[in-house]
């Protein structure tokens, strides 16, 4: 753990500030990200950059790095000539990426808690083809979570500080991620990404929340990679639903074309808005897609008394 203190504790008592996304940090830097791997590409050529990333966003005001393990899997790596053996150093590397930018930005000054949440991306982020935006994949809740446990496993054995089950756009999805997670002894979160009040798959956010209710393992349930609009409704609804702090990291309110491997459109997104989705129950908040450190630093300066 890089804090003493655990992730659910700070946030029993306070708000906790996530850090942006990853892949535009990244491409700021002029790093090519145009391969199925996205980010994760990275961890096997320039992992220092992975570090770099992180520590840009401690050093804004982020308290937990998200590593770059989103679109890491065994089956992606295997399409780019990657053993097993090797895939599962690259997941591991992933949370040792982001613990070593936690030790620079404490070098560097940085005296408050620092966390490290180990992405797990959705079965569609593998696939590349924006059908982490749709759901649906027409594989059985058995099937996806055997798709998830084995990068899951190796994740939680690199003791990251929380394991985020980040984007998730259906809510068997969930089930199989819930499932999976079961026993290993690593804490996680639960995040939908969502259009209005339902699920990218269209389920009722009540009844997609809920799945995460009695799970002790989950110590937060919200939204992420979202337009900023869809975040109040979601907030309200994930503190009635689970009783439990709610995580929320939208995207810029860009849109992101899935043909052109593009995002299109303006930002929409504020730091301001925090102050309402803290009223209502939100206590992990952050950016996503297009959300920078500034963006952070931001947030951080607006939830900080």
Known sequence: MTSDTSLAAALATGTVVLDGGMSNQLESAGHDLSDELWSARLLAERPEAITEA???????????AITASY????????????????????????????????????????????????????????????????????????????????RVEVLAAARPDVLALETVPDADEARALLRVVRGLGVPAWLSYTVDGDRTRAGQPLAEAFALAADVDEVIAVGVNCCAPQDVDGAVRTA?????????????????????????????????????GWRASGARLIGGCCRVGPEAIAGIAATLTP
């Open 239 to 275: 503190a009635r639903v689970t009783g439990k702090p709610v995580v929320v990291y939208p995207n810029s309110g860009e849109a992101w074309d899935a043909g052109a491997r593009a995002w299109d459109g303006r930002s929409s997104f504020t730091p301001e808005e925090v102050t």
């Open 54 to 64: 992180h520590l840009a966003y401690f050093e804004a005001g982020a308290d937990v």
């Open 71 to 150: 679109q890491a899997t065994f089956e992606g790596f295997a399409k780019r000539g990657i053993g097993r053996e090797q895939a599962a150093e690259l997941l591991a590397l992933s949370v040792e990426a982001a613990r070593e930018a936690a030790r620079r930005a404490a070098a560097k000054g940085v005296t408050r808690p620092l966390w490290v949440a180990a992405s797990v991306g959705p079965y569609g982020a593998m696939l590349a083809d924006g059908s982490e935006y749709r759901g649906r994949y027409g594989l059985s809740v058995d099937e996806l979570a055997d798709f998830h446990r084995p």
